[in-house]
């Protein structure tokens, strides 16, 4: 018979039984995040369980919006996945029964769902949402002024770490509260993505393709702007894509982000701010 766990963590089987889980429906494995200390309590797995076999999962990730200089309690729900020959047995929707009375008092709450399942997340109370990014064309001179910091073990990580913790740089919209949700990009899949400017001592996660930039995030206690940021990579820069809004739009060309096989629901009105302001969730903070 199924039954319903949650707050795991640090129990080896099931932990066990969720790498394997996320292993065969995404290609994940969250044991080094956990090894590492980067799995803290906001990132929660409520899970069925038969037997000691992790047989289907919706994750609870906890984490702070600032938008407008207002900060906003919100949940994202993520890694929903079934084991195959436990499909369409109504275990995700057991899940999200007994995990509604725990986002009921959120200010918002919202995920990002494959096309095959569109019908399903509106039956809780979801609707569609809508997010925009940012880019914009720059000339610019010089080399690079950067130092690429390798995310390959606890010094580089405390580094960091140090400088979430001073950060006052402002956007639009941004995630606060939860580094262990950075840290699950940065030290496995983005370890040559990080940047130091030692002068401002700012800290940036950016990728670049060719000739195109890709910021994912900043953190500084200096007055730098975004402009100066990308001056600070160079000529080979000849566009600048956002992975966050921008506390100031001017300037910058911006769309509706469509992405394939990825509808963004949400509940709550916090929301209504992402079509007013124009913003998006930023994108590393996809749990």
């Given at each position: ?34 090894q ?42 993520g890694t ?37 399942v569109l ?54 919209c ?24 030692s ?12 000739h ?7 953190f ?10 990308s ?31 990825s ?10 701010q ?14």
């Amino acid at each position: 018979m199924y039954r319903f766990v949650r707050n795991y963590r640090d129990d080896p089987i099931l932990r066990r039984g969720f790498n394997t889980l996320a292993a065969e429906t995404f290609g994940l494995d969250f044991e080094m995040w956990y090894q590492n200390g980067f799995w803290g309590d906001d990132y929660e797995p409520c899970s069925m369980v038969l037997g000691e076999r992790v047989v289907a999962n919706v994750s609870l990730n906890r984490t702070d919006l600032i938008i407008g200089g207002q900060r906003h309690r919100v949940y994202q729900l993520g890694t929903v996945m079934t084991a195959p020959e436990h499909r369409d047995k109504g275990l995700i929707r057991a899940i999200m029964e007994q995990i509604e009375p725990t986002i009921a008092d959120a200010e918002g709450v919202y995920l990002f769902a494959n096309d095959s399942v569109l019908n399903f997340y509106p039956r809780f109370g979801f609707t569609q949402g809508q997010e925009y990014f940012y880019t914009k064309a720059v000339v610019q001179t010089g080399n690079c002024m950067l130092e690429q910091v390798p995310m390959d073990g606890p010094s580089a990580w405390s580094r960091l770490r140090c400088a979430m913790a001073s950060d006052n740089f402002t956007a639009g919209c941004r995630m606060s509260g939860n580094p262990g949700l950075i840290f699950f990009y940065v030290a496995q899949f983005m370890q040559d993505c990080v940047w130091h400017h030692s002068p401002t001592d700012t800290w940036i996660i950016a990728e670049q393709d060719g000739h195109d930039l890709m910021i994912h995030n900043v953190f500084t206690a200096s007055d730098i702007s975004l402009d100066e940021i990308s001056h600070l990579f160079g000529s080979d820069i000849r566009q600048v894509t956002l992975g966050f809004a921008p506390a100031d739009p001017s300037g910058w060309d911006i769309r509706e982000l469509k992405e394939e096989d990825s509808t963004f629901f949400v509940k709550g009105n916090l929301f209504e701010q992402f079509s007013q302001r124009q913003l998006r969730i930023p994108s590393l903070s996809h749990a």
